[in-house]
């Protein structure tokens, strides 16, 4: 699916810097970003055969790694030792050192107190872009049955609009794929817009139950149904959600146009990100793509990029109302590095909100901060014991 309308908007609100400053990115930050990718589909999909998404649309695609003052590398004999590695082992992979492990697993076992306890000793800064497929494929449904002007006139926000309209989805995601399908999602035929827009309908609450804001966008949903034209989900390749995922690695080349940006290797996309930062900028030469091999601090984000990979699913299918009983199950370890984790992330975070960036529903960041509230409050209920 095409999204260049998002994509200009989100370009611009990160180029503009009354915006910048008001959100406490700072632009001309100098740093150099290491990257690698989890959970990279290549491509988000409904597979009308099958009857399902191509991808589990819980598993957010992620644009991970670490940031420092300095270009330079870790030898690999330091890596060995740290992390206590076979002698045969030739590059840090999080396939192999997390094979098999879910976030929870992951946090309670020598390779990740290792890796956090690198980026503290050598005072490095994680960073990360993070999507959820499924909030992003469903934002097209929202601006194509309302604007932000629309928006701002009726007194809600641009942003937690779009929360609140994933809120209302996504509890019956099946539901709302199986009419992705029906309908031929993201081309809507003009004769299906009023179905399509009440099958949408009858996923949601009754009226009568609806907070203000979600009367709000039920109301624009049923008025859409009378429209002739659903701008963004029209004229598409039929049950393509994502096409790839390149504005992501492109962005932060645009954004910190000050910084240097190393990533691993992506050739399927490199070319089609060239073009894309040709099209938006002029001479930026503030990146390259390297074989991992070589770079062992790429190899150190590849082992970030696991960790959140894993850890947004874990946030995205898990109720918050488990996360008590979750934690005061979990290892000494585990608690440990999941404090840890927290650490790393506000440290980023105080020294430049754009090193964390997610495009998801404001919901799910409040669930993340909940969860790392509740860690940290058995972290010191353990110290007293």
Same mark, same amino acid.
Not at 44 to 58: A, R, T
Not at 101 to 126: E, P
Not at 238 to 265: N, V
Not at 363 to 380: D, H, P, T
């Given at each position: 699916?095409?999204?260049?309308?998002?994509?200009?908007?989100?370009?611009?609100?990160?180029?503009?810097?009354?915006?910048?400053?008001?959100?406490?990115?700072?632009?001309?930050?100098?740093?150099? +970003?290491?990257?690698?990718?989890?959970?990279?589909?290549?491509?988000?999909?409904?597979?009308?055969?099958?009857?399902? @998404?191509?991808?589990?649309?819980?598993?957010?695609?992620?644009?991970?790694?670490?940031?420092?003052?300095?270009?330079?590398?870790?030898?690999?004999?330091?890596?060995?030792?740290?992390?206590?590695?076979?002698?045969?082992?030739?590059?840090?992979?999080?396939?192999?050192?997390?094979?098999?492990?879910?976030?929870?697993?992951? %946090?309670?076992?020598?390779?990740?107190?290792?890796?956090?306890?690198?980026?503290?000793?050598?005072?490095?800064?994680?960073?990360?872009?993070?999507?959820?497929?499924?909030?992003? &494929?469903?934002?097209?449904? %929202?601006?194509?049955?309302?604007?932000?002007?629309?928006?701002?006139?009726?007194?809600?926000?641009?942003?937690?609009?779009?929360?609140?309209?994933?809120? %209302?989805?996504?509890?019956?995601?099946?539901? =709302?794929?199986?009419? %992705? !399908?029906?309908?031929?999602?993201?081309?809507?035929?003009?004769?299906?817009?009023?179905? @399509?827009?009440?099958?949408?309908?009858?996923?949601?609450? !009754?009226?009568?139950?609806?907070?203000?804001?979600?009367?709000?966008?039920?109301?624009?949903?049923?008025?859409?149904?009378?429209?002739?034209? #659903?701008?963004?989900?029209?004229?598409?390749?039929?049950?393509?959600?994502?096409?790839?995922?390149?504005? +992501?690695?492109?962005?932060?080349?645009?954004?910190? &146009?000050?910084?240097?940006?190393?990533?691993?290797?992506?050739?399927?996309?490199?070319?089609?990100?060239?073009?894309?930062?040709?099209?938006?900028? &002029?001479?930026?030469?503030?990146?390259? @793509?390297?074989?991992?091999?070589?770079?062992?601090?790429?190899?150190?984000?590849?082992?970030?990029?696991?960790?959140?990979?894993?850890?947004?699913? @874990? !946030?995205?299918?898990?109720?918050?109302?488990?996360?008590?009983?979750?934690?005061?199950?979990?290892?000494?370890?585990?608690?440990?590095?999941?404090?840890?984790?927290?650490?790393?992330?506000?440290?980023?975070?105080?020294?430049?909100?754009?090193?964390?960036?997610?495009?998801?529903?404001?919901? !799910? #960041?409040?669930?993340?901060?909940?969860?790392?509230?509740? =860690?940290?409050?058995?972290?010191?209920?353990?110290?007293?014991?």
């Amino acid at each position: 699916m095409e999204r260049d309308a998002l994509d200009d908007l989100d370009n611009k609100l990160f180029k503009d810097d009354v915006m910048a400053e008001l959100w406490g990115v700072n632009l001309d930050e100098q740093l150099h +970003f290491y990257y690698d990718e989890s959970n990279n589909c290549r491509k988000f999909w409904i597979d009308s055969v099958k009857g399902d @998404f191509n991808y589990n649309p819980e598993a957010d695609f992620v644009l991970a790694g670490i940031a420092c003052e300095e270009n330079f590398q870790i030898p690999f004999a330091e890596l060995v030792e740290r992390f206590r590695l076979q002698k045969n082992v030739t590059e840090l992979k999080s396939k192999s050192l997390f094979k098999g492990k879910d976030f929870l697993g992951c %946090m309670g076992i020598r390779y990740t107190s290792a890796l956090f306890q690198l980026i503290i000793d050598y005072d490095m800064y994680v960073h990360y872009k993070h999507v959820n497929n499924f909030f992003y &494929t469903i934002v097209e449904i %929202m601006d194509s049955i309302t604007n932000p002007n629309e928006i701002s006139e009726f007194g809600f926000d641009y942003f937690q609009l779009k929360s609140t309209f994933y809120n %209302m989805l996504v509890p019956n995601i099946n539901e =709302v794929k199986d009419i %992705m !399908i029906k309908y031929h999602y993201p081309s809507i035929k003009t004769e299906d817009i009023e179905a @399509f827009c009440n099958a949408l309908l009858s996923t949601m609450d !009754i009226r009568y139950n609806q907070k203000p804001d979600e009367k709000f966008l039920s109301g624009m949903l049923k008025h859409a149904a009378k429209k002739e034209e #659903l701008l963004f989900i029209q004229d598409e390749e039929e049950y393509l959600l994502q096409e790839d995922y390149s504005f +992501f690695y492109a962005e932060p080349i645009m954004k910190f &146009t000050k910084s240097y940006h190393h990533f691993d290797e992506e050739l399927s996309i490199q070319e089609k990100i060239l073009d894309m930062i040709n099209k938006y900028s &002029t001479n930026l030469s503030n990146y390259e @793509f390297i074989d991992s091999k070589d770079n062992t601090m790429v190899q150190i984000s590849d082992l970030v990029a696991g960790i959140f990979g894993r850890f947004f699913p @874990f !946030i995205n299918a898990t109720p918050s109302s488990d996360f008590r009983r979750i934690i005061s199950e979990l290892s000494d370890t585990q608690i440990d590095n999941c404090y840890m984790l927290n650490e790393l992330m506000s440290k980023s975070d105080e020294r430049n909100k754009g090193l964390l960036h997610s495009i998801t529903a404001i919901g !799910i #960041l409040k669930k993340s901060g909940l969860f790392f509230e509740y =860690v940290s409050a058995e972290k010191k209920r353990r110290l007293k014991n």
